[in-house]
C-alpha cells in the first residue's frame, strides 16, 4: 500500500512538506510528489528521524524481576556480580522473551536503532546465540548493533575472555568493546589485536 503524508514540518528540511510511505518504507521526500491512493494531512507536525540508542544490555534486560535479581546496595559492581549467577541459569527462551520486550519498547519510542553490548563471559554464548537469531529476524524493523562484550573481563575472565570475544566476533557481533571496570588498571604489554 502507498501513503502520501501532506503538510508535514520535516526537521532540517523546509523545503520539504510531503512523505511518500510504500509498504512501511520511505520513498520519497519533497514537495508537489505524485498523487497517491491514500493521504494524510499531518496539519504541520514535526517529522523527524528515528532515535538512536548507543548503549544498551539486551542479555540482561528485565533480569532484577526475580528475589535473586534484587539489588540491594544499588552498586554497578553488586549488579556485575548478580549478572554472573543469573546467567548461569538462564535459558534461551528466557533471554529471547526478555529482549524481545526491551526491543518492542524502544521501538514504542521511535527507537530504531539499538548498539546492545552482549556479554560473552558465558562459555555458551547463549545471550549472543539469542541476538543473532532476533537481529536476523528484525532487520526490517530494527536495525541492531551487536558489541561482543566481556562484562567480567577480557583479560580478568578465567574463562578465556580474550578468546570469547574473538568467538563472539566469528559468530556474527559487529564489534567489540571491553569493561575498564572488570578489567582494573591497565598494564604494560595488554594491548593485543583481535583477529576474525
Not at 526537521?11 to 520519497?28: N, P
Not at 546467567?87 to 527462551?93: F, L, P, S, V, Y
Amino acid at each position: 500500500m502507498k501513503r502520501k503524508y501532506v503538510n508535514a514540518k520535516i526537521y532540517r528540511d523546509e523545503s520539504a512538506t510531503e512523505l511518500m510511505v510504500e509498504d512501511g518504507m520511505f520513498t520519497q521526500i519533497g514537495s508537489g510528489l505524485p498523487p497517491c491512493e491514500e493521504e494524510i494531512d499531518l496539519n504541520g507536525k514535526l517529522v523527524l528521524p528515528p532515535y538512536v540508542d548507543p548503549h544498551l544490555h539486551l542479555d540482561y534486560v528485565y533480569t532484577g524481576r526475580n528475589d535473586g535479581g534484587k539489588i540491594k546496595s544499588g552498586t554497578l559492581f553488586e549488579g556485575i556480580a548478580r549478572w554472573h549467577e543469573i546467567k548461569k541459569t538462564q535459558t534461551k527462551d528466557d533471554a529471547r522473551e526478555r529482549a524481545l520486550a526491551a526491543i518492542r519498547e524502544e521501538l514504542s519510542q521511535g527507537v530504531q536503532f539499538i548498539r546492545t553490548h552482549i556479554d560473552v563471559t558465558d562459555p555458551k554464548l547463549l545471550g549472543l546465540q539469542v541476538m543473532l537469531e532476533l537481529r536476523e529476524e528484525l532487520k526490517d524493523r530494527v536495525t541492531i548493533q551487536i558489541v561482543s562484550f566481556p562484562q567480567e573481563g577480557m583479560y580478568a575472565y578465567k574463562g578465556g575472555g580474550y578468546e570469547l570475544v574473538e568467538e563472539g566476533l566469528k559468530m556474527g557481533a559487529d564489534c567489540w568493546g571491553e569493561s575498564r571496570i572488570s578489567n582494573g588498571p591497565v598494564k604494560s604489554g595488554r594491548n593485543r589485536s583481535i583477529a576474525w
